[in-house]
Nanobody
Framework: VQLQASGGGLVQAGGSLRLSCAASGITVSIYVMGWYRQAPGKQREFVAVINSGGSTTYADSVKGRFTISRDNAKNTVYLEMNSLKPEDTAVYYC?????????WGQGTLVTVSS
């Protein structure tokens, strides 16, 4: 199982980015997949998750601004981030809960300037 995260970058506050998490070795539609983030000097924190039925859950800090979705044909999970704030600056990691230990992608850096 491999997860390849991409889409990070530098954006001004109020801007938008879309992160992608391309999966190989699994089918994204049948597993729980999501995103965490880790800001400098802080612990990794939950951002969003989508389950096999398509139900989604978000951290309170991103609710109403971020949207998690998946494209089954592309075997990819997305995180659409709008109204970005400087406090959203972090390395974003996608993950998949397959049988056994959680699988993590390599992370993609999002920097939001004020």
């Amino acid at each position: 199982v491999q997860l390849q995260a991409s889409g990070g970058g530098l954006v001004q506050a109020g801007g938008s980015l879309r992160l992608s998490c391309a999966a190989s070795g699994i089918t994204v539609s049948i597993y729980v997949m999501g995103w965490y983030r880790q800001a400098p000097g802080k612990q990794r924190e939950f951002v969003a998750v989508i389950n096999s039925g398509g139900s989604t859950t978000y951290a309170d800090s991103v609710k109403g601004r971020f949207t998690i979705s998946r494209d089954n044909a592309k075997n990819t999970v997305y995180l659409e981030m709008n109204s970005l704030k400087p406090e959203d600056t972090a390395v974003y990691y996608c993950y998949a809960d397959v049988l056994g230990p959680r699988t993590w992608g390599q992370g993609t850096l999002v920097t939001v300037s004020s």
